[in-house]
């Protein structure tokens, strides 16, 4: 696969911080809103407490999921063995890893959760947990898996190293996006 701008294969510093600058200020202010957003969800988190346990693991593995995905993808990109086809069989194979791996995390987180709950005197049933944690961890798994490809493909076509804009990208509106979804679900489920 060709380069577009030809600076994939190129290091800058200047590049670096021209590309990052004006992304990493817009990002600041998503990560802002993803705070506000946590904030105006106290109530909810000091009534179920066995939620607040989960909120830094559901953000962060959203994050960390996407991260990976993005990190496989420009190394292929890198060694010129993607195509950004909808065929790619490698593609899917690390889509189809990433969301087994959401399942198993998050799976684990619940049960967890549900056992730390066990021993405080939490007092959320299992299958509770169970639903909010798969259902907002698949999603926000979703959600990171498209915002890969997407930021990926995304800086390639702008001729910008995917290897210094995908990680920023995908952690920061995953995090905003797996708080919502964390917060959502868990009201529906609650009837909060």
């Given at each position: ?99 087994a791996l ?32 798969l259902s ?57």
């Amino acid at each position: 696969m060709a380069d577009p701008g030809g600076s994939l294969g190129s290091w800058s510093t200047r590049r670096i911080i021209r590309n990052m600058f004006p992304l990493l200020v817009v990002l600041s202010v998503i990560v802002l809103w993803a705070g506000i957003t946590l904030e105006g969800a106290e109530e909810l988190l000091a009534e179920y407490g066995l939620l607040a346990v989960m909120v830094p693991v559901m953000v962060g593995m959203g994050g960390n999921l996407g991260a990976i995905l993005s990190a496989r993808l420009t190394t292929r990109l890198h060694l010129g063995t993607t195509e950004f086809d909808p065929r790619d069989r490698h593609l899917w194979a690390t889509v189809s890893a990433i969301l087994a791996l959401a399942a198993t995390v998050f799976s684990t987180l619940a049960v967890t959760v549900w056992l730390f709950g066990r021993i405080v005197g939490g007092g959320l049933p299992l299958s509770t947990i169970l639903f909010i944690s798969l259902s907002s961890g698949l999603s926000v798994a979703i959600i990171a898996v498209c915002f890969a490809i997407a930021a990926t493909y995304g800086s390639y076509r702008l001729g910008i190293d995917p290897d210094d804009t995908t990680i920023p990208i995908v952690t920061n509106v995953v995090d905003v996006f797996g708080m919502l979804i964390f917060l959502g679900i868990s009201r529906w489920t609650l009837g909060v």
